[in-house]
């Protein structure tokens, strides 16, 4: 069985900055990780792999700026077998649609795969739409929501979905493309081995002109979605300071602030 993992490297920080004239977030120059709900797409990739045998083939992909190969070095110490990195400067500023027909692009140029992983969102947009964007641009079951695989053999699989209230069982036909939820399993922790085989990995970049990419659906010339505006919300806090050399009066001022935010 062909089993393609999506992953992608997100922001390490909550201090992200914006480009105001493209409506774009500037990645440059900023600390990343592996998005953390991806690694449980990762591990449950890893764990049909050790249930199905060593016939089981998992290729990671992702798609952004070169520091990503971080994010798939990360997949392959877990035990997944190769991985592909999506780059180009023709892409950047790509949203979810323009990202999910380049992905989608890639798992064709790639050969296609029986089961495709993702996780449920990334942390920096918080949408949820690419995984499930990608199946619909290959025309394949999507099947979202994912908390556990009941059933998976070389032509169907069974999977319980986390809905509102509880949960449903979905079958679905091979090919298909899951989005996991992390009530899906706990992320291993890499062992020696593995970090060492992924440091020494060879890990191929593929350009827009490699996979043969319709020039306007990629990139943010290709991307639908447009900011109208971007501003930064203002905090601001009136205080008052009260000195504690009256204590009486430091416990007076204070019943009296708490009395008129009716607190007490």
Partial sequence: MKIAVLVKQVPATEKVK????TGTMIRSGMEAEANPL???AVEEAVRVKEKLGEDTEITVISMGPPMAIDAIKDALSMGCDRGYLVSDSALAGA??????????????KLGGFDLIFTGERATDGETGQVGPSVGAQLDMPVLTYVSKIEELNGTHIRVRRAIEG?????????????SVVKEINEPRI?????KIRAKRADIPTLTAKELELDTSR??????PTRVVKIFYPKLSRQTKIVSGKDPELAVEELLKFLEEKELI
């Avoid at 890499?190 to 593995?194: D, F, I, Q, T, Y």
């Avoid at 990629?218 to 991307?223: K, M, Y």
């Fill in 18 to 21: 914006m480009d105001e004239k």
């Fill in 38 to 40: 991806d690694m449980y």
């Fill in 95 to 108: 949203d979810t649609l323009a990202t999910a027909y380049t992905l989608s692009k890639t798992i064709q």
């Fill in 166 to 178: 509880g949960y449903e069982v979905v079958e679905a036909p091979l090919p298909s493309l899951i």
């Fill in 218 to 223: 990629i990139g943010l010339e290709g991307s």
């Fill in 190 to 194: 890499p062992n020696l081995k593995g």
